[in-house]
């Protein structure tokens, strides 16, 4: 009875703090992302030392900073500026370490009232305009709390059936495995922040999200500046070749594989890299 009454004075609050309330904000987000990797060589070239050299630099590259800009109905996400961008194909001893995340330069744009988004992003220096709904999320609230800064958080959790894609180069030779898992994603957001959005494309909680782990990736918000009018300008990104998600992630799988095989000319290198969630 008491998780009822908590979570209720919760939702109330949000709502109430909604009503003829005009605001604006800016919120700073570090991630570090899981990245499962292994490298197996067979070359004299490339020993342990080298191997932890480039597992490192991967770790580098997972690791950003963020910037939320919303109001109450639509956001911005993107990466923060930096005075020098990290080189998305460096090399470590004779091995080249690429990212095949999300282009440098992205932007995701989010309408809550219309429940859709929009994310100007790059893939291998093509520019694309991915369209689609966003997703309701399952969260299921809990009256566990938790401070992050200055603001209560409320943990909500939602649990998934996810499938992980790997991608896989032995000896010159790509493969792709396809495993299906379940993953619990746990958040933590806070109702002093009233609107109902957070980093990526994380939503749907009556508050703003200072903290999300889906086991894969940990974000969690290091500032947050609000205003009392809405003075943070929100512009939807028009930029590049529009598709949906689904499309944009059989392209994304089509030009990694297509990346690995132009590396069969090394077979002789002896080289296994796994790249997976």
């Known amino acids: 009875m008491k998780t009822r009454v908590t979570l209720a004075a919760v939702l109330t609050f949000f709502t109430l703090s909604l009503v003829g309330q005009q605001f604006s904000g800016k919120a700073i987000y570090k991630t570090s992302r899981k990245t499962n990797f292994s490298v197996k060589t067979g070359n004299p070239g490339m020993d342990d030392k080298m191997a932890e050299e480039i597992k490192k630099k991967i770790q580098k590259m997972n ?83 938790k401070n992050i800064g200055e603001y209560t958080c409320y943990k909500a959790t939602f649990t998934r059936e996810v499938e992980n894609i790997s991608m ?37 909680l009556p508050g703003l999200i200072l903290e999300i782990n889906d086991g894969r990736s940990l974000i969690v918000c290091t500032e947050i ?15 590049g070749k529009v598709v949906n998600q689904e499309t944009y992630e059989k392209i994304s799988r089509e030009k990694t594989k297509e990346m690995m095989e132009r590396f069969k000319s090394r077979r002789g290198n002896g080289m296994q890299i796994r790249i997976g969630g």
């Open 168 to 204: 896989s180069m032995i000896d010159g030779e790509s493969k792709e495995v396809k495993k299906m898992e379940t993953i619990t994603t746990t958040a933590w957001y806070t109702p002093e922040v009233p609107v109902s959005n957070g980093p990526r494309n994380w939503q749907g």
């Open 63 to 145: 690791q950003k900073t963020f910037v939320l800009e919303f109001n109450k109905n639509a956001s911005i996400y993107k990466e923060k500026a930096q005075l020098s961008a990290p080189n998305p194909k460096a090399r470590v001893g004779g091995a080249m370490v690429m990212s095949f995340g999300t282009g440098a330069g992205s932007v995701l744009y989010k309408n809550l009232s219309e429940k859709r988004y929009v994310n100007e992003t790059e893939l291998l220096s093509k520019r694309f305009l991915i369209k689609d709904t966003l997703t309701t999320y399952d969260w299921k609230l809990s009256s566990e709390t």
């Open 225 to 239: 500046v609000l205003s009392k009018d809405n003075s943070v300008q929100i512009v939807e990104p028009e930029k």
